[in-house]
Antibody
Framework: DVKLVQSGAEVKKPGESLRISCKGS????????IAWVRQMSGKGLEWMGI????????RYSPSFRGQVTISADKSNSTAYVQWSSLKASDTAMYYC???????????????WGQGTLVTVSS | QSVLTQPPSASGTPGQRVTISCSGS????????VNWYQQLPGTAPKLLIY???QRPSGVPDRFSGSKSGTSASLAISGLQSEDEADYYC???????????FGGGTKLTVL
C-alpha cells in the first residue's frame, strides 16, 4: 500500500538552515507528483509547491517562491523541502502528499505523510 | 484571507444532514474540479471527495460533493460523532498558477 513517511520534528534557531524529507513507498515514486503543504498552528492548509520526481519539474506557490526549495531524489524515493535561513514565522506543521494528476494542475492529493513539525525559536 | 471561502464553523446533531459550502471564482472553481479533505483532530488531512463528487474507496456514501458555477458543496448525511473534524475544499487557480485551499470549516457534532 502507498505510504509517505516524513522525517521527525525539528527545533531550530532563526537563521539556521533545514531540510525535511518525505519518503514514498508502495508505488512508483517517479510517476506521481509530490506536493508540500504548510499548516501553521490552529490555521488552515496552504499549498507550497509540487515536484515531479521523474524529471524534477517543480512549481511553487507565489507565496512560497524564493522562500523554500523543493527537490527530490528519485533513487531514494524521497522528496525534500529546504530552507536556507529559517524565520520564526516558518514554525508550522509541514505535510507532503502524493498527487494523482497527470499534470501539476490536475488531480488530487490521495495519500498524505504524517507531517513534520518545525519549530523555529531563539 | 483564503482564495476559496468556507464558513468557519458548522454543526449538527447525530443523524442530521449538514452541508459545507466553498465559494470561489471563475479562475478556480469555475474552471477546475474541486477536491475535499477531512482533517480529524491531531492527524494529517485525508482525501474525502475528488473531482467534485467522486468518493475514494473506503469513504462512506454519507459523504457527497457537488459543484455549480463558482461554488461547491460538501454534504454529510446521517451525521456521526466521528465526523467531527475540519473540512477543506481545494482547487487549482489558473490566475495564481497554484493550488488554493478554503480556510477550512470546523464541524461540531452536538
Amino acid at each position: 500500500d502507498v505510504k509517505l513517511v516524513q522525517s521527525g520534528a525539528e527545533v531550530k534557531k532563526p537563521g539556521e538552515s533545514l531540510r525535511i524529507s518525505c519518503k514514498g513507498s508502495g508505488y512508483n515514486f517517479n510517476t506521481y507528483w509530490i506536493a508540500w503543504v504548510r499548516q501553521m498552528s490552529g490555521k488552515g492548509l496552504e499549498w507550497m509547491g509540487i515536484i515531479y520526481p521523474g524529471d524534477s519539474d517543480t512549481r511553487y506557490s507565489p507565496s512560497f517562491r524564493g522562500q523554500v526549495t523543493i527537490s527530490a531524489d528519485k533513487s531514494n524515493s524521497t522528496a525534500y523541502v529546504q530552507w536556507s535561513s529559517l524565520k520564526a514565522s516558518d514554525t508550522a506543521m509541514y505535510y507532503c502528499a502524493r498527487h494523482s494528476g497527470r499534470w501539476y494542475s490536475s488531480g488530487w492529493a490521495d495519500s498524505w505523510g504524517q507531517g513534520t513539525l518545525v519549530t523555529v525559536s531563539s | 484571507q483564503s482564495v476559496l471561502t468556507q464558513p468557519p464553523s458548522a454543526s449538527g446533531t447525530p443523524g442530521q444532514r449538514v452541508t459545507i459550502s466553498c465559494s470561489g471564482s471563475s479562475s478556480n472553481i469555475g474552471s477546475n474540479s474541486v477536491n475535499w479533505y477531512q482533517q480529524l483532530p491531531g492527524t494529517a488531512p485525508k482525501l474525502l471527495i475528488y473531482s467534485n463528487s467522486q468518493r475514494p474507496s473506503g469513504v462512506p456514501d454519507r459523504f457527497s460533493g457537488s459543484k455549480s458555477g463558482t461554488s461547491a458543496s460538501l454534504a454529510i448525511s446521517g451525521l456521526q460523532s466521528e465526523d467531527e473534524a475540519d473540512y477543506y475544499c481545494a482547487a487549482w487557480d489558473d490566475s495564481l498558477n497554484a493550488w488554493v485551499f478554503g480556510g477550512g470549516t470546523k464541524l461540531t457534532v452536538l
